[in-house]
């Protein structure tokens, strides 16, 4: 069974920088595509990264340039280093896998669409 574990949120003021990690288990990670999700309160949830196994990543547009996806496949986890951080990126933040063993699980993974498996998230908060 699928488990996923977020960690690393917290608290930090404008232009600061966190990282978050993804501990997975229960499959074969490098047959997943891994993805990371955020939902602030009253709006609805929004892909933020996404990354394939062989490494080619996919970013929301507010976060191109601040944000990097990152895994490290021998450790079964994956990363979200968000740097230069905004007010608007506080919300919980999750982290989500897709099986990707064929080129149109791919594609749609990289479009941060069809994700099955969630971890329970994490906090993430920027003050001005």
């Known amino acids: 069974q699928v488990h996923l574990v977020e960690s690393g949120g917290g608290s930090v003021q404008a232009g600061g920088s966190l990282r978050l990690s993804c501990a997975a288990s229960g499959y074969t990670y490098s047959s997943y595509c891994m993805g990371w999700f955020r939902q602030a309160p009253g709006k609805e949830r929004e892909g933020v990264a996404g990354?394939?196994?062989?490494?080619?990543?996919t970013y929301a547009d507010s976060v191109k340039g601040r944000f990097t996806i990152s895994q490290d496949n021998a450790k079964n986890t994956l990363y979200l280093q968000m740097n230069s951080l905004k007010p608007e990126d506080t919300a919980m933040y999750y982290c989500a896998a897709v099986k990707c063993m064929t080129n149109i699980q791919r594609v749609f993974a990289m479009m941060l669409r069809g994700f099955d498996y969630w971890g329970q998230g994490t906090q993430v908060t920027v003050s001005s």
């Open positions: 990354i394939e196994s062989a490494g080619r990543t």
